[in-house]
């Protein structure tokens, strides 16, 4: 049971490349996130997912975009990378006791 | 909309010292759960206890435990016995149980806590 991952773990792109963030979850969750995490903060959510097949907007949703064509995988893209991207990435799903089960993180750096 | 509010920016403590992290939430609901993670270096989130607003009885999970006023609204954790391996930033979440962005972790600013041997 490896619960949620993420790949990759470390990515650096230059300004205006795009890559795919992938999220897999082996727990049968229907809803799955993603955040952001800046240097000292807390969490923020980009999108999030209710089930396969729907998505929406979080709190800071704009420069990405997110698809769940399966139950188990929710994908992240970024088609246009800025340097304010640069953060770490988390993916999560949640029980129906609202525990998330998160993954271990994707640090992206943009230059 | 839900806030976290956590006071303390960094915390230390004695090994085998308590020490106890605050956190305060504005809510207009009256069913909720309540959270505190654990985030070390590793960087992975790491659920530490849980709280559901409608049992009086505070929660407790081994060394950690919580003090919860819910007409405060108010969730401090206390460690007992703290121990190197505390170290680490803890987060207070607070999850939307309804609505809009349904189970979305609202999170507080976070309190780096170190652990003095």
């Known amino acids: 049971n490896a619960g949620v991952t993420q790949t990759p773990k470390f990515r650096v792109l230059k300004t205006g490349q795009s890559m795919t963030l992938l999220c897999a979850q082996d727990m049968n969750h229907e809803y799955m996130y993603w955040y952001r995490q800046d240097p000292g903060m807390g969490l923020r959510l980009i999108h999030y997912s209710v089930g396969e097949g729907t998505t929406a907007k979080g709190e800071v949703p704009d420069g990405y975009n997110v698809s769940r064509l399966k139950k188990q995988n929710f994908l992240l893209g970024l088609e246009s990378a800025a340097p304010s991207q640069t953060s770490v990435y988390f993916c999560?799903?949640?029980?129906?006791?609202?525990?998330?089960?998160f993954g271990p993180g994707t640090r992206l750096t943009v230059t | 909309a839900q806030t976290v509010t956590q006071s303390q920016p960094e915390m230390s403590v004695q090994e085998a010292e308590t020490v106890t992290l605050s956190c305060t939430y504005d809510t207009s609901e009256s069913d909720y759960y309540l959270f505190w993670y654990k985030q070390p270096p590793s960087r992975q989130m790491i659920l530490v206890i849980r709280q559901e607003a409608y049992k009086q009885q505070n929660a407790t999970e081994n060394r950690f435990s919580v003090n919860f006023q819910k007409a405060a609204k108010s969730f401090s954790l206390k460690i007992s016995d703290s121990q190197l391996g505390d170290a680490a930033m803890y987060f207070c979440?607070?999850?939307?149980?309804?609505?809009?962005?349904?189970?979305?972790?609202?999170f507080g600013q976070g309190t780096i806590l170190t652990v003095h041997p």
């Open positions: 979440a607070f999850p939307n149980a309804g609505g809009t962005s349904y189970g979305k972790l609202t």
């Open positions: 999560a799903s949640l029980d129906l006791s609202y525990e998330q089960y």
